[in-house]
């Protein structure tokens, strides 16, 4: 994420109480238990693909496409699919609400997220980032041309590249206007011929009676506050994923008229009354 996006006050928590607690220290064990069990066993799986295989990783992502269907139900956030993860080679941009859009997204296909270069050094998170193949960037335009070519090495190895061109997380209710310049990336001559890039809308449904803006996360809300917050509603909330048919790179010739239509492709998504731009 390459600023923070903040548009009036965030949703007023609702008290959790006795029940609430007790509900957000069941699951929030068996969320810990997962995560880390998960990690456990991907790490030691990793000790031997990597030698093996290298830049391909052929089973650790099964791993984590596992851990993240579970932790769905610990959350208990109902995941609807709409259209089908491509298979096809290539990237995949999506819409970005939260740090849940972790889980559901790992949820449905292999892919690998590209995040801002601060989270490999955020406790825990940064840790779990980097066993699961996650690309680091950094805001340093002079990093640019280093940049696309680790893009590049990961797209030519086969990893589906997980981009959020918004640039930041929202409330879950609107689409941000796209920022081009990683795009660039899917315009290499190496592999622009063989490229596809996926768009990939979210749309999170709040449980009943509770702020729409129930599951967005942004500006300076604390991941702990949030997390305990989800882990103890008392109701289950949804995810709607469309998977949009894929857009071959080979027809575009300028990042921004591709960044356009992928991002009105995503915004297309969402139901009627979230389709502005902030």
Not at 57 to 80: F, K, N, S
Not at 169 to 192: H, M, N, Y
Not at 232 to 248: E, I, K, L, M, Q
């Amino acid at each position: 994420m390459s600023f923070t996006w903040s548009a009036g006050q965030a949703p007023v928590q609702v008290p959790l109480g006795l029940t609430g607690w007790l509900r957000a220290a069941l699951r929030g064990v068996a969320l810990a238990v997962l995560v880390l069990g998960g990690l456990a066993v991907l790490l030691l799986v990793r000790l031997v693909e990597r030698p093996l295989c290298g830049l391909r990783r052929p089973v650790t992502p099964a791993i984590t496409v596992g851990v993240c269907r579970a932790a769905l139900l610990v959350l208990r956030l109902r995941h609807e699919v709409r259209g089908q993860p491509m298979r096809l080679a290539g990237a995949v941009v999506a819409n970005h609400s939260s740090w849940l859009d972790i889980f559901v997204l790992n949820s449905a296909k292999r892919i690998y997220f590209v995040s801002k270069a601060e989270v490999a050094g955020w406790p825990g998170i940064g840790a779990l980032a980097r066993a699961t193949g996650t690309v680091f960037i950094a805001r340093d335009r002079s990093q640019a041309k280093a940049q696309t070519a680790v893009f590049e090495a990961r797209l030519l190895a086969g990893h589906k590249l997980l981009f959020f061109p918004e640039g930041t997380s929202t409330d879950g209710l609107r689409v941000l206007p796209f920022k081009t310049t990683l795009f660039q990336a899917f315009l290499s001559p190496e592999l622009q011929t063989s490229l596809y890039i996926q768009p990939v809308t979210l749309a999170y449904a709040a449980p009943s009676g509770l702020d729409a803006r129930f599951y967005g996360w942004w500006g300076d809300m604390s991941f702990g506050a949030h997390l305990l917050t989800v882990l103890g509603a008392r109701g289950p909330g949804s995810v709607c994923v469309t998977y949009h048919p894929p857009v071959a790179a080979a027809e575009w010739r300028s990042r921004k008229a591709l960044a356009a239509h992928v991002e009105a492709l995503v915004r297309a998504g969402m139901p009627p009354d979230r389709r502005g731009a902030a």
